[in-house]
Antibody, heavy 120, light 108 residues
Framework: QVQLVESGGGVVHPGGSLRLSCSAS????????MHWVRRAPGKGLEWVAT????????YFADSVKGRFTISRDNSKNTVYLQMNNLRAEDTAVYYC?????????????WGQGTQVTVSS | EMVMTQSPVTLSVSPGERVTLSCRAS??????LAWYQHKPGQAPRLLIH???TRATGVPARFSGSGSGTEFTLTISSLQSEDLAVYYC??????????FGQGTKLEIK
């Protein structure tokens, strides 16, 4: 069974930074696009960022463009989300998700999430 | 900007009931529509993709229908383990992809 485990969440002050990690197992990581999706308190799911296996194709939601970066290490089966200049509205549970093979934007497996709280 | 609107926001239901959840897109998404189930503290789970195709391992009591802008998720006979938040998501205009705000199923 596909496994995705997020880590790196925590409490940070506005303007601060965090790096989230997502460790993947039980599938051929290098061949899949990987995504980050978040759920803010009282709100629905919001797609955040995507990286494809070549690592040259990356996409970001407008709400995080210029502040967040995404990277992957296929030798470690891990995808990262570097979050800079964090704002209160970035407070959310962040989920890592795998892309359904050859269906861009569809997510077939998810992790359980890691909590990020931005507060002074 | 794509907007996905789900209704109702909350639905009180009893085990054994037939449940229908709705999702409306602000513009056509063809059949590029998915439904996810999300229980507290758990990973979201893909239920339906392509508007009507059940994902691997999803029980037959879950079915999806619709195309264009109007979509429905039906649970033919609600089980207690189905209590969760359900989200629709369009992936027709990727990137980005847009989710609805969710429908919460709770015990009546």
């Amino acid at each position: 069974q596909v496994q995705l485990v997020e880590s790196g969440g925590g409490v940070v002050h506005p303007g601060g930074s965090l790096r989230l990690s997502c460790s993947a197992s039980r599938f051929t990581f290098a061949t899949y696009g990987m995504h980050w999706v978040r759920r803010a308190p009282g709100k629905g799911l919001e797609w955040v960022a995507t990286i494809y296996y070549e690592a040259t194709k990356k996409y970001f939601a407008d709400s995080v463009k210029g502040r967040f970066t995404i990277s992957r290490d296929n030798s470690k089966n891990t995808v990262y989300l570097q979050m800079n200049n964090l704002r209160a509205e970035d407070t959310a549970v962040y989920y890592c998700a795998r892309e359904f093979l050859q269906v861009p934007g569809l997510f077939d497996y998810w992790g359980q999430g890691t909590q990020v709280t931005v507060s002074s | 900007e794509m907007v996905m609107t789900q209704s109702p926001v909350t639905l009180s239901v009893s085990p054994g009931e037939r449940v229908t959840l709705s999702c409306r897109a602000s513009q056509s998404v063809s059949s590029n529509l998915a439904w996810y189930q999300h229980k507290p503290g758990q990973a979201p789970r893909l239920l339906i993709h392509g508007a009507s195709t059940r994902a691997t391992g999803v029980p037959a009591r879950f079915s999806g229908s619709g195309s264009g802008t109007e979509f429905t998720l039906t649970i033919s006979s609600l089980q207690s383990e189905d209590l969760a938040v359900y989200y629709c998501q369009e992936y027709n205009n990727w990137p980005p992809s847009t989710f609805g705000q969710g429908t919460k199923l709770e015990i009546k």
